[in-house]
């Protein structure tokens, strides 16, 4: 029993094959020698139809005597490529050639009107109107010639009664044409003057203030903020714009505030773009990043915490990038996490940090530098657990060794001796690591502070004593509580002295060891004035 199974036939396939085989079978009759214009012209179609411009033009150029539609078809393949003046050349010649034929007539006329040259298209329109087809297509190009001449009439001046009663599909075939034009300087006169003359309709209105918004970007992008924003601030207040319209035009006039310093203007567009948006977590961004140019970080935090929450895939990404939105919701909660960091705002630095964290939890440098927040902003518990998922990512990192000691409150020369020992152990246990070595160098560079404020310390109680002994009566002085004392203080300069003496070997530049050996030779000074005392 036969079955019959429907099979799904590539149309596109087809058809580019036919035009294919078309300019095949054409070129191999012109490599032949065949100059009959009507090949050349063929060939040129079918190239045409492959979006071969370039090709279809070369062909057509054979065209030793081109006629008014040879004329035609190569100003519709300069429009295909922008070209305007050239199509505006092309058109005008077939236009010469034959006066009669409406499509040429029109073609130019749309030419000339994206150029902007609404004079010429004035004296165009009449003989259009003349060879329209339908009466449809007569009233469009009446309607047309209405709005090119309301568009040159100053200020004040009646609007035209033939667009103040357009029906709703004039209207909308008006304002197609008018947008498809790729002028925008001209299209925005255009719906400007339309929208003068109907100043009730919502689709003019909201046309007009995307061609303004549009116009305003390009200024932009041309760094002319103060221009973009006197175009825009005439539209802030224009009502009934739809809700997407007006969230771009406020979010550009918050651009254009922050961009001129503005901030406190920035922020008050960006909230009422917010309004009109919704939950767009990129005007959240903005509104963040304003506060951050003001120095209000915590004013941010909100606005940032609600950016990082709405980010999906939802948002417009670039195609060639993988996982992009996830990357830069990472990096900015990093940047965030050191610039609190910078202001030693641990807390919130650690927010950020760990929110990138369970984004990348596979990422060392991540995990390292988490672990660093946890440090500064005492929660050793928390570091110990960081430490351990970095041993786990970076199993072989000798490194690792010393930032276990990090984890060592120093508050006293035991501490710091301590911790003295501990790095000479690590060193002699990785010989020639640099990195170790490196990292050593920094953390005994760490102590030397402490060390010269404890020897200040020591130096201060024994000047007190010293100070006491000088001015009482010698028979009210108490010697053995002083000797014992002083005994003590010698005792911890001593101390001090072992640990001083054990930085050395530790240091490599030129500035710590000269530190160090300012020290010693200090130390040295106050135990002999405490053996003078006694000690």
């Known amino acids: 029993m036969a079955t019959s199974v429907a099979v799904e036939v590539p149309v596109a396939e087809s058809v580019l094959s036919r035009y294919e085989v078309a300019a095949q079978v054409f070129d191999r009759a012109v490599q032949a020698g065949c100059q009959d214009p009507n090949v050349f012209y063929l060939l040129a179609m079918a190239h045409k139809r492959q979006g071969k411009t370039a090709d279809a033009r070369n062909a057509l150029r054979k065209i030793l005597k081109p006629d008014a539609n040879v004329l035609l ?6 429009l295909q490529e922008q070209n305007l003046s050239q199509a505006e050349g092309e058109l005008q010649r077939a236009w010469e050639a034959d006066k009669t034929s409406y499509e040429i007539c ?156 503005d901030f406190d203007g920035a922020i008050r567009h960006f909230t009422a773009a917010l309004k009109y948006a919704g939950n767009d977590p990129r005007i959240h961004q903005n509104l963040a990043l304003t506060y951050e140019l003001k120095s209000e970080l915590s004013q941010a935090d909100p606005h940032w915490n609600r950016y990082f929450d709405l ?53 060392a440098d991540l995990m390292e530098r988490l672990f660093q927040l946890y440090n500064n902003a005492k929660r050793p518990q928390d570091a110990r657990r960081a430490l351990e998922q970095l041993r786990n990512l970076r199993p072989k990192d000798p490194q690792l060794d010393l930032y276990e000691l990090d984890l060592i409150e120093v508050k006293g020369l035991n501490d710091i001796e301590r911790l003295l020992t501990d790095i000479e152990q690590i060193r002699h246990r990785y010989p020639g690591d640099l990195r170790v070595e490196e990292r050593a160098v920094r953390m005994v560079g760490n102590v030397i502070p402490l060390m010269h404020n404890l020897c200040d310390q020591l130096t201060q109680q024994m000047t007190k004593v010293i100070d006491q002994v000088r001015h009482l009566p010698n028979h009210q002085i108490n010697w053995s509580a002083v000797r014992e004392v002083m005994r ?48």
């Open 311 to 363: 980010l999906d895939k939802r948002i417009p990404a670039p195609s060639d990038i993988p996982n992009y939105l996830e990357a830069v919701a990472g990096e900015s909660m990093m940047r965030l996490a050191n610039a609190y960091a910078e202001k030693e705002k641990w807390s919130s630095a650690v927010t950020y940090m760990q929110r990138a964290q369970r984004m990348r939890p596979k990422d």
């Open 488 to 535: 003590d203080l010698m005792r911890e300069f001593q101390k001090l002295q072992r640990i001083t003496r054990k930085c050395g070997p530790l240091v490599t530049s030129d500035e710590h060891k000269r530190v160090i050996r300012e020290l010693s030779e200090h130390i040295d000074k106050k135990m002999e004035a405490c053996r003078s005392m006694g000690a």
């Open 106 to 261: 029109y073609n130019l006329l749309l030419t000339q009107l994206t150029l902007g040259k609404i004079d010429a298209c004035l004296e165009l329109l009449s003989q259009a109107v003349e060879l329209a087809p339908t009466q449809d297509e007569r009233r469009f190009l009446t309607l047309l010639r209405s709005l090119l001449r309301a568009s040159q009439k100053e200020g004040g001046q009646r609007p035209d009664l033939l667009l103040a009663e357009l029906t709703p599909a004039d209207e909308q075939r008006l304002l197609k044409v008018v947008r498809s034009l790729g002028q925008l300087d001209t299209v925005h006169m255009l719906l400007k003057a339309l929208a003068d003359a109907r100043p009730r309709s919502p689709a003019v209105r909201d046309s007009y203030v995307e061609a303004v918004i549009v116009k305003a970007k390009m200024r932009m992008d041309r760094c002319s903020w103060t221009e973009a924003e006197l175009l825009l601030q005439p539209m802030a207040a224009v009502s009934g714009v739809s809700r997407p319209t007006q969230t771009a035009l406020f979010n550009l006039l918050g651009v254009c505030a922050c961009l001129t310093q």
């Open 73 to 78: 078809q190569m100003g519709l393949l300069s």
